[in-house]
């Protein structure tokens, strides 16, 4: 049976930049094994799957698979799918354009609007930023990383759907110096809270620039170019620090610049008193193709 499939770059505004993603508009009648297949098949970060809707309110219902596991959330994933049923007019528009995604997180907002002639999506999750003790030491992460222990600032555990081992280090060069010890990952990592390690430079004030990269062994993502998901934990860690007692606070994110796929993320947090009540991610989407895939009836729901 054949079914139709979208090609986006996220968080790019031109083609050829950003994270790749894949994209089935229907996938209704794909068992979650033959979802994982065709993921596999794809072999991006991520690929999406649109079914119906299970509530009335709501746009669709979005399952999310990397090449080896269905995610709850993702932060390319929902604004590329969102982006991408946009501008291949498969959601009725309205003015302003707000798509709701059931992901398995719940209900995730994204809002669509066009900037130079493309589009440019912004995911709003409300929900609390989990965190956890134990991260690894500044030396154990260098060592990971295969830098120096006196080039990791901290490191920390945060997360909102995903959770990451964030990591701050000295410099944008040390950022792209460094390379996966596989051992260390494996002892340090690998069984961790979270195995996926984002690591970046740049300053942390609200407002700030950073310079990012991560690695995502265990979903078999080797480096992923835009990962939204990490921008919204991130943005929502600094934000509930007690020393911050703004109501915004904003950083821009730089990734995948190393892997010549540049992407710019802008990651906002909203805070009342003390508590984070909610976290956006945006950026551009590219469209780069459309296409047909058959898929065989082992994959099907029987």
């Known amino acids: 049976m054949k079914y139709t499939f979208h090609i986006v770059d996220v968080f790019s505004s031109t083609p050829f930049g950003g994270n790749q993603l894949a994209v089935l508009p229907d996938a209704t009648g794909i ?30 219902r979005v399952r999310i698979f ?9 932060g390319h994933p929902t604004v590329g799918t969102a982006c991408a049923l946009v501008m291949n007019q498969h959601v009725r528009l309205s003015d302003p354009i707000r798509l709701i995604l059931e992901e398995n997180i719940g209900p995730v907002t994204v809002d669509i609007a066009q900037r130079n002639g493309g589009f440019h999506g912004t995911l709003t999750l409300s929900g609390k930023i989990e965190a956890s003790t134990g991260a690894p030491s500044p030396a154990d992460l260098a060592a990971v990383l295969s830098i120096e222990p006196t080039e990791v600032s ?28 596989r051992a260390a ?15 970046f430079a740049g300053n942390l004030r609200d407002g700030g620039k950073l310079y990012a990269r991560m690695w995502a062994p265990a979903l078999g993502v080797e480096e992923d170019p835009a990962t939204g998901s990490a921008c919204a934990a991130l943005v929502g860690a600094m934000a509930s620090k007690l020393e911050f007692g703004g109501t915004a606070y904003r950083l821009s994110i730089q990734q995948g610049i190393s892997m010549g796929r540049r992407s710019e993320i802008e990651a906002e947090a909203r805070k009342s008193g003390a508590v984070v009540t909610s976290v956006s991610v945006g950026g551009a989407t590219a469209y780069i193709a459309s296409g047909e895939i058959e898929v065989p009836p082992s994959a099907l729901v029987s």
């Open 66 to 74: 990397t090449p080896r596991a269905e995610l709850d959330f993702a």
């Open 185 to 199: 990952w494996a002892a340090t990592l690998s069984r961790a809270w979270s195995p996926h390690v984002f690591f």
């Open 31 to 60: 068992s979650a094994e033959g979802m994982q297949k065709i993921a596999r098949e794809f072999n991006f970060g991520e690929t999406t799957f649109v079914l119906p809707k299970n509530d009335p309110a709501n746009t669709c």
């Open 154 to 181: 901290q490191v920390f555990f945060a997360g909102i759907g995903l959770p990451f081992c964030f990591a701050q280090l000295s410099s944008n060069a040390v950022v792209d110096r460094a390379a996966i010890n």
